[in-house]
């Protein structure tokens, strides 16, 4: 049986409500101002420090108060969320519908409102972590600039991580299933 701890499910309404306000003001590549915005108006309110990444990108970092073993090196984790929408019209009755001629219709939405759920559950258990954990949003992944302006901005820098991680979501993968 799959225990989920109770602290992730309170916020699968905040990550719902994320999900769907990026849903509803979706914007382009190279244009996520708003969603920028947003995303740093979050991590204000949770008390997360972070920098730009390029014109819209964002790099959050939440250090770890647990000590480290005497002569152990910091542990960096970078934990990566794309927020560009696609120029695409959406064609449904959801209340929370995008009206503006685009649309995430690849996912980036729940990538970036997942992104903020970890950011914020990460930040309860500070106290709990020995390392970094750096948060990216990156912007313009449909455009293949986003990341390059992100790396430029040196977002995998001071400090490097030693691992980066990132998702997908798949609309043809049943509720559930993590596929590796």
């Known amino acids: 049986m799959l225990h989920i ?3 992730v499910l309170k916020l699968q309404d905040y990550i719902v409500g994320m999900r769907r306000y990026f849903h509803a003001h979706p914007e382009v ?3 996520e101002f708003k969603t920028s915005e947003r995303i ?7 008390g997360i420090d972070y920098e730009g990444g390029g014109e819209t990108g964002i790099c959050a970092r939440i250090k770890g108060k647990k000590p ?3 002569g152990a090196k910091p542990r960096i984790v970078a934990l990566r969320a794309d927020m560009d929408a696609l120029k695409v019209r959406e064609k449904t009755d959801l209340p929370f519908r995008s009206e503006n001629g685009s649309m ?3 996912g980036h939405d729940m990538h970036a409102a997942m992104l903020l759920g970890a950011a914020r559950l990460l930040k309860a258990h500070q106290s ?3 390392g970094t954990v750096k948060l990216v949003f990156q912007p313009d992944e449909e455009g293949f600039t986003g990341a390059k302006a992100m790396l430029k901005a040196g ?3 001071a400090p490097e991580p030693q ?3 990132a998702l997908h979501v798949n609309s043809g993968t049943p509720s559930g299933l993590v596929l590796c």
């Open 40 to 46: 740093k108006a979050e991590l204000d309110a949770a």
């Open 68 to 70: 480290l073993a005497a």
């Open 5 to 7: 701890d109770p602290s």
């Open 29 to 31: 590549s190279l244009k």
């Open 128 to 130: 709990e972590l020995k």
């Open 155 to 157: 977002v995998l820098e």
């Open 163 to 165: 691992a980066a991680m």
């Open 104 to 106: 995430h219709a690849c």
